[in-house]
């Protein structure tokens, strides 16, 4: 099937069009349970027609699927969750009708090896788990996004579909921003007005320039494979709209990750990550050292009465350095309070998802700020330290042996390729790796739909790069 026929691509618009109307309409009258209307029919469609239909329309909406909570409190991301829920089972559905004709040797590798691992150890801490119910939860929103994200995309996708994935994404995205840009003028760009003009698609500003942040490699990729007509200016116009939403968002974890993004491709082409990586981790493992040592960090505990919110950025930046900005000092509360934890379970953790459930009785009062009684429910702000403490050390180790592998793996394809095509996709997927990696220091990404996803997607790219190679 050739997704760009004429007639094809009249009749997409068309239910994309619709789809759309659809969406606009249950947000204005708060009736969201409606998108599930269009969903079920187009998914009937799919099944009958071709399942990457399915696959490109969850890229499509990606960017403005939001948050709902049912009745009974579960929360579920519309509409992107439910067509990953149906990719999911779709996928499953694929695989053990084509069994026999499908080339499941491109999944005989360490990447995926490592993934099993990971969703295996999950499911085991979620057995025993202090919540059990939270865990199994937490296991199954993993399970729906590797399945249609990775094992999916591996299966099926080609160069030619990766560019239509990637133009739905960022054309998508690239809306969002100019909603944002408008709704965030009317209020002079101000600081404390940037969440508001985000919403509904964004809990905050921090998941809506993370996924800028990761996405914006993609965007470069465009002016490789645009370099002609009024596509190339519409691309360059893409770029420059992607940095005036990251810039606008004022989220310094995507500052230093775009800017970091530049020292990152010239270590990749000088072939020295390795070294680099080593120095990291010698160098993180030297502060942990310094803080632990004779509890050290209860030194650091802040003013009750000077750490307070800031409504100008530049006044953050300058609390940051002192101290006392709200955000950063509240992280330490929990990370003090996570470090109590994982000394009374180090190996396997309280079980996924379960954090905020088990924090409170293991914080130290001396580093509480006046947000501490989080009502927003929010984790640990830090996606590594939240998995040690969930899942042990194990599966930390586990995770962090996922990001170098996916790292140094990237590094030694790149210098292997003679295709120069594929040496610009794989190194947008490595610039979106580390878009990924930084921010997951400070906030707890993966989990997010517009975060999680594209790094499974990201993980595919590397098997498929590899595998169009040779």
């Known amino acids: 099937m050739d997704f760009f026929k004429s007639k094809s691509n009249l009749f997409f618009s068309s239910a994309i069009a619709f789809l759309l109307v659809i969406v606009l309409y249950g947000f204005l009258t708060e009736t969201v349970y409606i998108w599930a209307i269009p969903l079920f029919l187009v998914s009937i469609f799919f099944v009958i027609r071709d399942i990457r239909w399915l696959y490109y329309l969850f890229f499509l909406v990606l960017p403005f699927t939001i948050e709902y909570y049912l009745p009974n409190g579960t929360g579920i991301d519309l509409p992107g969750e439910l067509i990953l829920l149906l990719l999911t089972g779709l996928t499953i559905l694929f695989v053990a009708s084509k069994f026999a004709s499908i080339d499941m040797s491109i999944l005989n590798n ?20 202090s919540f059990p119910n939270v865990s199994i939860k937490v296991f199954a929103a993993k399970f729906w996004y590797i399945i249609p994200m990775y094992f999916l995309t591996v299966l099926v996708m080609t160069k030619e579909n990766l560019k239509i994935v990637l133009r739905n994404l960022l054309i998508v995205t690239g809306m969002m921003v100019i909603y944002a840009i408008i709704r965030h003028s009317t209020t002079s760009f101000d600081f404390s007005t940037i969440n508001n003009a985000l919403q509904p698609f964004f809990r905050n500003h921090v998941n809506y320039a993370s996924l800028l942040t990761i996405a914006f490699p993609y965007m470069l990729l465009m ?11 519409l691309v360059y116009f893409g770029i420059i709209l992607f940095l005036a939403g990251i810039f606008l968002s004022f989220t310094r974890a995507a500052y ?6 530049i020292g990152f491709y010239f270590i990749i082409k000088l072939r020295v990550l390795k070294p680099v990586l080593l120095l990291g981790v010698v160098g993180i493992a030297l502060v942990f050292y ?8 209860l030194n650091y505990s802040p003013d009750f009465e000077k750490t307070i919110t800031y409504d100008d950025f530049d006044d953050i930046v300058n ?10 000092v509240e992280r330490g509360y929990r990370w003090v309070a996570g470090y109590q934890m994982i000394k009374e379970k180090p190996l396997m953790g309280y079980g996924p998802g379960t954090f905020y459930f088990n924090y409170k009785p293991y914080t130290l009062k001396s580093f509480e700020t006046y947000v501490s009684d989080n009502p927003e429910k929010s984790g640990i702000h830090s996606y590594y330290l939240m998995t040690f403490v969930e899942q042990g050390l194990i599966g930390l180790l586990i995770f962090i042996s996922l990001v170098f592998y996916s790292l140094i793996f990237g590094e030694k394809l790149y210098h292997r390729l003679e295709d120069d095509e594929l040496k610009h996709i794989l190194m947008a997927v490595m610039l979106s790796f580390l878009g990924i990696y930084l921010i997951l220091m400070i906030n707890d990404m993966i989990e997010s739909i517009k975060v999680g996803t594209i790094f499974y997607f990201n993980l595919a790219l590397l098997v498929l790069i590899d595998k169009w190679s040779k």
């Open 110 to 129: 360490t990447i995926t090896k490592i993934i099993y691992i990971h969703l295996t150890w999950i499911l085991f801490t979620a057995l025993f788990s």
């Open 223 to 233: 002016a490789y494979w645009y370099k002609k007509g009024v596509v190339k200016y």
């Open 256 to 261: 230093v990750a775009v800017f970091a993004m």
């Open 290 to 297: 310094f803080l632990l040592k004779q509890d050290n960090y």
């Open 319 to 328: 609390a940051t350095y002192k101290g006392t900005d709200l955000s950063t």
